[in-house]
């Protein structure tokens, strides 16, 4: 027995893994992964496969990275953990001025807390009881775009339109509003995205206008709606929202867990549009990919709504046990130094560019109906019929055959459903990116050229982790 199957047995004996359905482990072997090196991984076997979803979309500077290594391992020889309720720590005040400085204008205020959905529920918590402490408590509903995705905590699956996500726990979530998304994939022929995107605010603009005196806020993926398939939509979109949030007094949420951190091509996707939130989430990034924390920042207005004499009862008393760790916070401060070093956002556009030229000879595959691409996220749409962008049933899981032979090829290429996407390291180089393209067209004419087995079949439409 191959070390590889001897810790695999060892897993399926104990383990429950995320998003999967564990009864493809019959037939689809784990991979268990022994070391990391810059974008690669290595299983027990010692295969290697290039990380080119960065582990969930986490990894941005490597795996082992000697910088952040180095600067948690001082850390941790000083302090490992302390709560952040009456108490503070040097890396956490840091890391706070830090972002500050880092984000758009107005955002002065840090709430942290262990993970992207746990960050998604400090936010809506934070705009409802804003209104509440301003004496406006109707307004307690959520905007929301279709095919939006925030998270697994109940409050973040309400703002999300993920069926295979969200149809199970219906009779748990929120009430919210639903917007028909931006999504520049369903543009009619001929418009362009901003067009498009312009096009698609009027049902926005209809929503706020019907409803703002009982919404608290809108909440949106700026440019790239990831767990929705990488659909992607332009700036204007944003800008036109900013204006209408602050007309019709809503709150305004930028989730950028997923694409904050240079992965649009600007440090923050808000700054395309030229806007601040009123709160910008961010996570998954920040510490690199190491460590789990989430930060939530918004403005000293929404700050001061709070700041009270303790009997009025106007405090935030929300808290997580790990909130501000300081070996997280020390990952965040290696990163953050890595890209104000290193010119990130900058060299990122050359690698922003061989993406594009290596996938080019995708667009004219005939079961590829858009190869689209915003800074270093590009995705692939495979697709039964490219002139009416039928897509492949879902129980056909043509993206497991995409994902099962990148992993032979020595990639991890994880599909969104029939969506093959490149969310690579950015310390990934040009050939890299060539041999991703390369694996990633062959796994789709394996995948695209005929009748497939589904044997390994989920219960519902597969999407966002399932390689299917």
Wanted: aromatic residues 10%; proline residues 6%; glycine residues 6%.
């Amino acid at each position: 027995m191959s070390l590889n199957d001897s810790w695999m047995r060892r897993d399926l004996a104990v383990l429950w893994h995320p998003c999967t359905q564990m009864k493809d482990h019959e037939q689809l072997p784990l991979i268990p992964i022994r070391r990391g090196e810059g974008v690669w991984l290595e299983d027990f076997d010692g295969k290697r496969y290039l990380d080119a979803v960065s582990s969930w979309w986490v990894n941005v500077f490597g795996h082992a990275n000697p910088r952040i290594n180095q600067r948690i391992k001082d850390q941790l020889d000083q302090l490992e953990h302390v709560m952040l309720a009456g108490f503070s720590h040097q890396p956490v005040v840091e890391l706070s001025e830090r972002l500050v400085a880092l984000t758009p204008p107005g955002l002065e205020r840090v709430f942290y807390t262990d993970n992207g959905s746990t960050g998604i529920e400090v936010a809506l918590k934070m705009s409802f009881h804003y209104w509440r402490n301003s004496g406006r408590p109707r307004k307690q509903r959520f905007v929301t775009l279709t095919n939006s995705y925030h998270g697994e905590t109940v409050a973040a699956m309400s703002v999300g339109d993920v069926a295979l996500f969200t149809d199970t726990y219906k009779p748990l979530l929120l009430d919210t509003l639903k917007v028909p998304s931006p999504d520049c994939y369903l543009r009619p022929e001929g418009m362009s995205w901003e067009e498009h995107s312009r096009h698609m605010f009027a049902h926005m603009e209809q929503t706020l206008a019907e409803h703002h005196e009982e919404v608290a806020a809108v909440i949106v993926e700026p440019l790239i709606q990831g767990a929705g398939g990488m659909r992607m939509y332009h700036p204007i979109y944003l800008k036109l929202l900013r204006e209408a949030c602050d007309r019709y007094e809503v709150h305004l949420i930028h989730d950028e867990i997923a694409v904050g951190f240079g992965r649009t091509g600007t440090m923050f996707a808000c700054e395309q549009a030229g806007i601040s939130p009123d709160f910008l989430c961010l996570s998954k990034a920040l510490t690199g990919g190491y460590l789990p924390m989430a930060a939530v920042l918004t403005t000293d207005r929404l700050y001061q709504a709070f700041y009270d004499d303790y009997s009025t009862l106007r405090a935030f008393l929300h808290s997580h046990t790990y909130t501000g760790n300081p070996l997280a916070c020390a990952a965040a401060l290696a990163t953050l130094d890595i890209f104000a070093e290193d010119n990130v956002i900058e060299a990122n556009k050359a690698l922003a560019a061989r993406m594009v030229s290596a996938t080019a000879h995708l667009a004219d595959h005939p079961h590829v109906a858009e190869v689209r691409q915003t800074g270093m996220a590009l995705a692939i749409e495979m697709v039964q019929d490219k002139a009416s962008k039928i897509a492949y049933p879902w129980q056909e899981r043509r993206g497991l055959q995409v994902y099962q032979h990148a992993l032979e090829r020595g990639a991890l290429l994880r599909p969104l459903g029939s969506v093959v996407y490149f969310l690579p390291p950015y310390t990934i180089t040009p050939e890299q990116i060539d041999f991703l393209a390369e694996v990633a067209s062959e796994g789709i004419d394996i995948a695209t050229r005929a009748a497939v087995s589904v044997a390994l079949q989920p219960g519902a439409p597969s999407n966002f982790h399932d390689p299917g």
